[in-house]
């Protein structure tokens, strides 16, 4: 297909996603890099953030949670640990998770205990952003 680019998304548990795309941005550990079709051949590892990609003009979104990315010229595989799509993700829960979250690290404790506290707060951070921009706009 000219022009477009295969984005497949899968976790250990499932293949969230195969689709024929026009454009993907990624959260690289070392920041967000994008992807057009043609693009030469790299692998960079995932942080926790947004996996965006448009087909046509129509954007979506999802969140992922570290692992893999590999590129190609005509595809975009991206292995991550856990990965959600926009349109799954409750938005009461995550605002939920939130507060849980702001809880935890307010309580102080062990410092794997804050670290641990951060990293669930920036996922359910994540979360919502995703989940709230899918319920205001549809995608």
Partial sequence: MAGKILLEVVTPE??????QVDEVIAPGAE???????GHCH???TLRIG???????SQAHSMAVLWGVAEVTPTKVTVMAEIA???EDIDVDRA???????????????????VKEAQISLEKA????KIAERMRKTGH
């Fill in 125 to 128: 951070r994540l979360r919502k």
């Fill in 84 to 86: 959600e799509r926009a």
């Fill in 95 to 113: 605002t939920a998770k939130v507060a849980e979250a702001e809880r935890r690290l307010q309580a102080g404790g062990l410092p794997s205990e």
């Fill in 50 to 56: 947004e996996l965006r990609y448009r087909v046509e």
């Fill in 42 to 44: 790299f692998l960079s």
């Fill in 14 to 19: 499932k293949q969230l996603l195969s689709l």
């Fill in 31 to 37: 920041g967000e890099f994008g992807v057009l079709p």
